[in-house]
């Protein structure tokens, strides 16, 4: 079972992760010791050599890190390296996938997120996701809020009406639609519809909220917005954001991860994995590996 829902937000020091030798040849992963600038606080997930596999061809390998609360954790590196691999993990996504598994240590505030027992609805309730294209359902903007908590047995109108109006302000979305909560959804702009599918997430009161690129369809005014919804958002949730907007990552998160994909000499396939993982600052100015610097620098990528 999961541990039970509190009102969080506690304790940290980050974790570097693995780092293999430059090239593209698979080889071990090579611990970092974990360092500590920031603020001290909980950790809500922590990674041992995280694998994820899609039947027999392992997509991801060795991902060792910890995320922590109330905290923006970025996702960063080239495409194919499994940044979205490992952040659907975070919320039981593979489940859905014939043939997916997730081997090594995924533990969500100390308890093992696929251990026996563990609720996947329960894990999706606690951590929810933004997905990278806004997907409103064809509905009007007060059901889509709506829909979440009705599913989980709010029945009161007065109680829901509080509801959606508090996850709309959350979303910085209230004062642009408050007179049309029956207008359908899908008449929105693309930059509104995204801050309704947040909105929609946070009406179930997570703990957590995962962002696959939320900002990659949008234009730069909407991004801004986005950007600073998150940066208010975070005082009430951890947040991880996969993005392959470097200047992004830079601008809101507070640590950052950088995947890469490796060559598998005898297949010849692509696997992804973490070579580094710090504060923001330290990534963006003095990363320790050298493929961390190439990418950030627009070497490669």
């Not at 308890?111 to 309730?125: F, I, K, N, P």
């Not at 007179?179 to 997570?206: E, F, H, Y």
Request: charged share 25%.
């Amino acid at each position: 079972m999961l541990p039970t829902n509190q009102t969080e937000r506690e304790d940290r020091p980050p974790s570097r992760a693995a780092s293999s030798p430059k090239g593209v040849v698979i080889s071990p992963p090579v611990s970092t010791p974990p360092k500590n600038k920031l603020s001290e606080s909980p950790v809500v997930f922590d990674l041992t050599d995280l694998e994820v596999y899609y039947g027999t061809f392992r997509a991801v390998r060795g991902v060792t890190m910890e995320i922590y609360k109330n905290e923006i954790t970025a996702f960063i590196g080239p495409s194919g390296c499994g940044k979205t691999t490992v952040l659907r993990s975070f919320n039981r996504m593979h489940d859905v996938t014939p043939g997916a598994r997730v081997a090594g240590g995924l533990r969500y505030r100390g308890a093992e997120l696929y251990g026996d027992g563990v609720s996947a609805t329960e894990v999706r309730r606690r951590i929810g996701m933004v997905f990278q294209k806004p997907n409103p359902f064809p509905k009007s903007i007060y059901d889509n809020v709506a829909f979440g908590p009705r599913s989980s047995g709010v029945r009161s109108k007065a109680d829901l009406d509080g509801i959606v109006e508090q996850s709309l302000r959350g979303a910085a979305l209230w004062d642009e639609v408050k007179d049309r909560l029956k207008a359908s959804a899908l008449g929105m702009s693309g930059g509104q519809q995204q801050r309704l599918c947040i909105a929609r997430t946070i009406a179930v009161n997570p703990e957590v909220v995962l962002m696959d690129e939320p900002c990659s369809a949008l234009d730069p005014i909407a991004t801004a917005r986005i950007e600073e919804l998150m940066r208010q958002l975070k005082n009430q949730f951890t947040i991880v954001i996969v993005t392959h907007n470097m200047q992004q990552a830079a601008r809101v998160s507070d640590r950052t991860a950088f995947f890469t994909t490796e060559i598998d000499p005898k297949s010849e396939r692509r696997t992804g994995t973490l070579v580094e993982y710090d504060e923001t600052m330290k990534i963006f100015s003095t990363p320790a590996d050298e493929r961390t610097e190439n990418y950030i620098t627009g070497r490669f990528g």
